[in-house]
C-alpha cells in the first residue's frame, strides 16, 4: 500500500482486529530487546481509552546503542535499544529505511562557494556529511555516549539518534497503518553547520527540516548535498544543543516526510485572498504525530525552549530576547483570533483540537481518526474542510457519538466555519507580524496590480460613530525600505463577512465586493460615509491590498472613533 492504508484495514483498526505490540521497554521510544509478547486479536479500542495510552511498535534485530527515549534531560534519559533494519555488516547506520550522516567541520575538505548580497559578498564553507559512527569490538554501540559538552559532539552521537529514531517513526506508520511511501532509504543529515569568512568561525543553522530532494541546495546555500540521494531530512541546532538528541523533532520532520510531501504544501488562492493554511496543517500534523510517540504534547521541550534569536555569525546581542519556541499541544488557540499568517504559530490552533481528541478518545482511535483525514487532504485543504473531514472519519470508523465529541472538541476552536478575519485588537497580540505577501510572489498575478493578504480584519464601529481613523504599525520592504510610503489600498466592506474574491480566466481577472477601496496615507486610512453621515454601528471589515513588489509586514493596527 503506497498513499494510505486500504479499507480493509481501515475498518480492522477501528473495530479492534488490530492490535499494537508492545515489547518490554514500555517507555517512549524505546523498543523491545525480546521477541513481542503476545495479544489478543479482540481488544476493542473504544472512546473511553486512558489518555495516558502508549502505543509503541516492537523494532527487532540489529545491534544494541543507547539513546535518549526522548531527550536530554527528560524522563526516562537514556535506554538501550536494538538499531532496527541496519544493513549487514551492521557497521554504518545505513539501512533499509533511512541512511544517516553526520556533518564534519573541515576547512580543507569543506565545499567553497560565494555568497553576493548586493555590493558585499561572503565566503563560505559546508561541512563535511560522512558516517562516523562505528560498532566497537562487541559489535555493538553501547560506547558511543553522548556529548559531554557541545564542544566534544563529533555527530556519533546524533547518527544513533536520528537513526533510531527514524526506525520507531517509520515502523508505526508501516505497522500499523500499512503506510510505504518511505519504505527506502531516506538521507538523514545531522550537525549542520557552515563557516563564514567575516566570522572565522563554524555556526549552525539553528533549524531543522525535511527538505525535498529539488530543494536540497536551497536549503543553506553552499551546502554539499552531494552524497544525498534523494529527500533529506537535516538537522543542525545552536552552540548549546544539537536538534538532532530531541526524539520529537525527529518524529516531526519524519512525520512531514511521510504524510506532508505530496499533501498540504505551499499557498492558495480561494474567495478570502491568499490561503497559507495547508501549510499549517502540515506542521500541526507534524506536531501530534511527534508528541503522540513521545506521549508527551509538548514538541521540542529541549531542543527549542529558551533559544536566543542569533545575529550575524551566530553572536547573540545582550539584548537579544530568550524565547521558548517548543510547542504546547494544550494551548488554548481559536480561530480566527490566534491567527498570525505564520504556519508553525497558526498550526497550534489546530493541533491543540487533535491533542483533545486523543485525550478524550486515546492514543489509537485519535491516531486512526486523525490519520485517516489527513491522507485525504490536498494541496487546497485549509482548517475548515481539515476539521469536517476529521469529524466523519471519527463518524465513520466508530459511529455517531464519537463524531459528535470530535464536533465539539473542533467547535470549541470555532471550527468548521472559520472565515480569516481577524479583530483588530488581536493583530501583534502573539508578537509575531502579519504578513501580505508583494506582487513579485505571483507570476502570474491573479489578483490586478495587488497582493490581498492571509487574513483580513474585522473593526467593531461604536454607535454615533463619524468617522474611524485606522493606522497601520507596518513596514515594507524590511531595512531597505528607508522610510518610504506604504504602497497598500485598504478595501473596506459594510457588515462581518470577509471581502469576497471571485476569479475570472487569465491573469489580472480577480474582482471583490468591497464597497469601496482607499489609499492608505501615513500608514492610515479613514472608514467614512460621504457628507458626515454616521457609520453604521457594528461590525465592518477591510482587506489590505499590497501594490508593492516587497512583503507588507504589521506590528498592530490601532482604531481611534470621531
Not at 349 to 377: K, N
Not at 440 to 456: D, T
Request: with cysteine; charged share 20%; glycine share 8%.
Amino acid at each position: 500500500m503506497s498513499a494510505r492504508a486500504s479499507t480493509t484495514l481501515w475498518t480492522a483498526l477501528a473495530a479492534g482486529l488490530l492490535t499494537l505490540g508492545c515489547g518490554d521497554d514500555q517507555t517512549p521510544g524505546g523498543t523491545s530487546t525480546e521477541t513481542d509478547a503476545a495479544t489478543s486479536d479482540t481488544a476493542e479500542p473504544t472512546p473511553d481509552t486512558e489518555p495516558t495510552e502508549t502505543t509503541e511498535t516492537t523494532v527487532q534485530g540489529g545491534p544494541l546503542a543507547r539513546v535518549y527515549a526522548i531527550a536530554p534531560g527528560l524522563e526516562p534519559g537514556l535506554v538501550e535499544v536494538e538499531l532496527a533494519h541496519l544493513d549487514a555488516p551492521y557497521d554504518t547506520m545505513t539501512g533499509a529505511f533511512a541512511r544517516v550522516q553526520s556533518c564534519t567541520p573541515d576547512l580543507e575538505r569543506g565545499l567553497r562557494s560565494t555568497l553576493t548580497f548586493g555590493p558585499s559578498s561572503v565566503e563560505i564553507v559546508s561541512c563535511v556529511p560522512e558516517q562516523k559512527a562505528r560498532p566497537g569490538p562487541d559489535g555493538t554501540y553501547l560506547h558511543i555516549a553522548p556529548p559531554a559538552t557541545p564542544a566534544e559532539d563529533d555527530g556519533r552521537f546524533a547518527e544513533l539518534m536520528m537513526y533510531h529514531h527514524m526506525q520507531v517513526i517509520h515502523d508505526y506508520f508501516k505497522d500499523v497503518y500499512g503506510l510505504t511511501d518511505r519504505d527506502h532509504p531516506l538521507d538523514a543529515l545531522t550537525n549542520v553547520m557552515t563557516w563564514i569568512d567575516r566570522c572565522d568561525d563554524w555556526t549552525g543553522l539553528v533549524n531543522a527540516a525535511y527538505v525535498p530532494y529539488l530543494g536540497l541546495e536551497y536549503f543553506a546555500e553552499g551546502l554539499d548535498v552531494s552524497s544525498l540521494e534523494g529527500d533529506a531530512i537535516i538537522f543542525s541546532g545552536t552552540a548549546e544543543r544539537n536538534f538532532a538528541l530531541d526524539a520529537s523533532v525527529i518524529y516531526h520532520e519524519y512525520t512531514h516526510a511521510m504524510v506532508g510531501a505530496t499533501r498540504l504544501q505551499g499557498v492558495f488562492v480561494d474567495d478570502q485572498g491568499l490561503n497559507s493554511l495547508p501549510g499549517a496543517l502540515n506542521e500541526a500534523y507534524a506536531d501530534y504525530f511527534a508528541a503522540t510517540q513521545t506521549d508527551e504534547p509538548t514538541v521540542g521541550r529541549y531542543a527549542l525552549a529558551d533559544l536566543a534569536v542569533s545575529g550575524f555569525c551566530g553572536v547573540s546581542s545582550e539584548d537579544a530576547p530568550i524565547e521558548n519556541y517548543a510547542r504546547d499541544l494544550r494551548a488554548e488557540r481559536r480561530c480566527p483570533d490566534d491567527l498570525v499568517s505564520e504556519v508553525h504559530a497558526d498550526s497550534e490552533i489546530f493541533s491543540s483540537a487533535l491533542w483533545s481528541v486523543r485525550e478524550q478518545l486515546g492514543q489509537l482511535v485519535a491516531d486512526t481518526i486523525v490519520l485517516y483525514a489527513a491522507l485525504e487532504l490536498t494541496n487546497e485543504s485549509d482548517f475548515n474542510s481539515a476539521a469536517e473531514l476529521t469529524i466523519q472519519g471519527a463518524t465513520d470508523l466508530y459511529g455517531a457519538e464519537t463524531g459528535e465529541t470530535v464536533r465539539a472538541i473542533f467547535a470549541a476552536r470555532n471550527l468548521p466555519g472559520c472565515d480569516r478575519v481577524l479583530p483588530v485588537e488581536r493583530v501583534g497580540d502573539r508578537g509575531i507580524e502579519l504578513r501580505v505577501e508583494g506582487t513579485r510572489a505571483f507570476e502570474p498575478n491573479p489578483f490586478p496590480g495587488y497582493v490581498p493578504g492571509y487574513v483580513q480584519y474585522r473593526v467593531e464601529v461604536p454607535p454615533g460613530t463619524l468617522r474611524a481613523r485606522v493606522v497601520l504599525d507596518a513596514t515594507q520592504g524590511g531595512f531597505s525600505n528607508n522610510g518610504q510610503p506604504l504602497e497598500v489600498d485598504a478595501a473596506i466592506k459594510l457588515g462581518a463577512t470577509p471581502v469576497t474574491y471571485t476569479f475570472g480566466l487569465g491573469a489580472s481577472a480577480a474582482t471583490h465586493d468591497a464597497n469601496y477601496v482607499v489609499p492608505i496615507a501615513d500608514k492610515s486610512f479613514v472608514i467614512q460615509n460621504p457628507n458626515n453621515v454616521p457609520l453604521r454601528e457594528g461590525p465592518w471589515t477591510f482587506a489590505l491590498h499590497n501594490k508593492g513588489r516587497r512583503t507588507l509586514r504589521i506590528a498592530a493596527i490601532s482604531v481611534t472613533f470621531e
